[in-house]
């Protein structure tokens, strides 16, 4: 399986959307730029396949990043971006990270490749977490390279420097399944954050992993005034039952977000995700963008069942409020689309 490179920061998102409202995709080239919560990351992104004949043994998997790639991540590190290099497995469910310093430093004139493990893919389904400590002969140590699930991608690039310290696979495992959970429990918070000691680093040395999940406060009066306008019906399928939010068109990550009834359209729960995961959106003139790029995604990791119903809502116009003065306003329109379609630096 081969996967489109434009496509590749899709796997990203996918699994950061669910970590942090403070997160948004900056630049959907490879590699891929993006902030959240609040810092600037650059991430490789690649699919980890079969390393073919020239294996070493049957259990090896690989990714290769050119010249290329790795002078761009050079530059980004320069720049003061987080880098990460991150490998998926098939359909974007696992994930594998190396260390940012040991692909850095390969010597290699042209193409690096570095492994990981096929079998990690379902030992981190299993057990929260995959471990394989190999030495680096240019780095002079060992170095770790780690399996996760998805849904602790966005507490591995926030902790990235020590959860490659790892030495512990129980450690690491305890602390990518607990995390999540702690995250969950809000009573844990401390100004958005939980913290967690993590004993796996190297000489069983304390260090504190953060977790940090931005969600932002709602302004009940915006939310009020929008259903208020639109009768309390989604702009896009007329559907009332209580099920309808007052979804922002510029968002909350983004700084040119207003609570204004111009940056806020009625939306109901699910067409409010849809907007939001950038599939299906309101722009000017009434008219609904369908997102064909995330779709062949979706197809190809198996998951776009029901896209029918929304390539169908797609080719009719959303309804706006009856005074003009409430209609969304073109440019937030603009620039609300092109934030959810990573366009936006
Ligand atoms: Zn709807």
């Not at 796997?11 to 810092?39: H, M």
């Not at 850095?104 to 079998?119: F, G, M, N, P, R």
């Not at 002079?140 to 699930?149: M, S």
């Not at 998951?303 to 937030?332: L, S």
Request: some cysteine; glycine content about 6%.
């Amino acid at each position: 399986m081969t996967f489109n490179k434009d496509l590749l920061h899709y796997f990203l998102e996918d699994a950061l959307q669910g970590y942090s409202e403070d997160f948004r995709i900056t630049s959907t080239k490879n590699p891929v730029k993006f902030v959240l919560n609040g810092k600037k990351y650059s991430a490789h992104v690649s699919y980890v396949h079969d390393s073919g004949n020239a294996r070493t043994n049957e259990d090896e998997a690989r990714i290769q990043i050119s010249r290329t790639m790795r002078d761009a991540q050079k530059e980004a590190f320069r720049q003061g971006d987080v880098i990460a290099f991150i490998g998926f497995y098939e359909n974007g469910e696992v994930f594998a990270g190396w260390e940012p310093n040991y692909i850095l430093a390969s010597a290699a004139t042209t193409v690096t490749s570095v492994y990981a493990k096929k079998s990690h893919n379902q030992a981190a389904k299993d057990f929260g977490a995959a471990l394989d400590i190999k030495v680096s002969p240019v780095l002079g140590r060992e170095t770790q390279t780690l399996a996760f699930p998805k849904n602790v991608l966005g507490l591995y690039l926030e902790n990235i420097d020590v959860l490659h310290e790892t030495r512990d696979v129980q450690d690491l495992r305890r602390l990518l399944v607990s995390a999540p959970e702690l995250v969950d429990a809000k009573s844990t918070f401390k100004d958005g954050k939980v913290e967690y000691n993590f004993l796996g680093a190297a000489n069983r040395e304390k260090k504190v992993i953060v977790s940090q999940r931005v969600s932002y406060a709602r302004n009940p009066k915006f939310s009020k005034a929008i259903l208020d306008v639109y009768n309390g019906a989604c702009a896009v399928c007329g559907k009332q039952l209580g099920i309808v939010e007052a979804a922002h068109i510029v968002p909350h990550s983004h700084d040119a977000c207003v609570d204004d009834i111009t940056n806020g359209i009625a939306l109901c729960v699910e067409h409010h995700k849809l907007y939001d995961n950038g599939l299906l959106l309101p722009h000017i003139n009434k008219r609904l963008f369908l997102n064909d790029e995330k779709i062949i995604f979706l197809r190809e990791i198996g998951r776009d069942a029901g896209i029918e119903d929304v390539r169908e809502k797609a080719r009719h116009e959303y309804t706006v409020p009856q005074n003009t003065a409430h209609h969304p306003n073109a440019d937030f329109l603009d620039l609300g689309l092109k934030i959810r379609l990573g366009k936006v630096s």
